[in-house]
T-cell receptor, first 110, second 117 residues
Framework: GQQLNQSPQSMFIQEGEDVSMNCTSS?????WLWYKQDPGEGPVLLIA?????ELTSNGRLTAQFGITRKDSFLNISASIPSDVGIYFC??????????FGKGTSLLVTP | GAVVSQHPSRVICKSGTSVKIECRSL??????MFWYRQFPKQSLMLMAT?????????EQGVEKDKFLINHASLTLSTLTVTSAHPEDSSFYIC?????????????FGSGTQLSVL
């Protein structure tokens, strides 16, 4: 499968700051998803996007599906220490298998 | 909510031995399960797609004779790493698809950390 380009690779921020990360692909996806993975655990779905241009929120998280279907971003507002983890974007087309980005490691200091 | 149970969570084995990892969908039937491998600080890479009652479909570069997948029931898929070697040490994660095509119905297990000595 194709691996998506995700940036930044890592972020080190203070509690209360906003965070933005994005994901791009050379090909089109019908669905974009954002996951969070804690060490030694499987990824947990944060937000799923199904339509180009769609902007969806989940609490302090907001994600958008790019108009071209080749990109997506995730914003986290007012970060807290428990936001620490690795965030992955994933693109999906028919067949259900996900293509993951390389991940963004987020560290939040109190 | 739906739960996918993966067992064991951690296994250490000697080189040359085989290791079986189980992936169970606890409260739904999964006709399709996926197996991923994740190396430290890397992303999840799809290894194979497992369909109940049929042979698994492997991604390019994944040896089907080394990574045996069995999906004998709608709630259980197993991955057996045969004749494991240190380079097989990795974090293996399964995911199970419930119902239709929406990604919200794709659930991940908690992963298995395999260490081959």
């Amino acid at each position: 499968g194709q691996q998506l380009n995700q940036s930044p690779q890592s972020m080190f921020i203070q509690e209360g700051e906003d965070v933005s990360m994005n994901c791009t692909s050379s090909s089109i996806f019908n669905t974009w998803l954002w996951y969070k993975q804690d060490p030694g655990e499987g990824p947990v779905l944060l937000i799923a996007l199904y339509k180009a241009g769609e902007l969806t929120s989940n609490g302090r998280l907001t994600a958008q599906f790019g108009i071209t279907r080749k990109d997506s971003f995730l914003n986290i507002s007012a970060s807290i220490p428990s936001d620490v983890g690795i965030y992955f974007c994933a693109g999906q087309n028919s067949g259900y298998a996900l293509n993951f980005g390389k991940g963004t490691s987020l560290l939040v200091t109190p | 909510g739906a739960v996918v149970s993966q067992h064991p969570s951690r296994v250490i084995c000697k080189s040359g031995t085989s290791v079986k990892i189980e992936c169970r969908s606890l409260d739904f039937q999964a006709t399709t399960m996926f197996w991923y491998r994740q190396f430290p600080k890397q992303s999840l890479m799809l290894m194979a797609t497992s369909n109940e009652g049929s042979k698994a479909t492997y991604e390019q570069g994944v040896e089907k004779d080394k990574f045996l997948i069995n999906h004998a029931s709608l709630t259980l898929s197993t991955l057996t790493v045969t004749s494991a070697h240190p380079e097989d040490s990795s974090f293996y994660i399964c995911s199970a698809l419930r119902g239709g095509a929406l990604s919200e119905k794709l659930f991940f297990g908690s992963g298995t950390q395999l260490s081959v000595l």
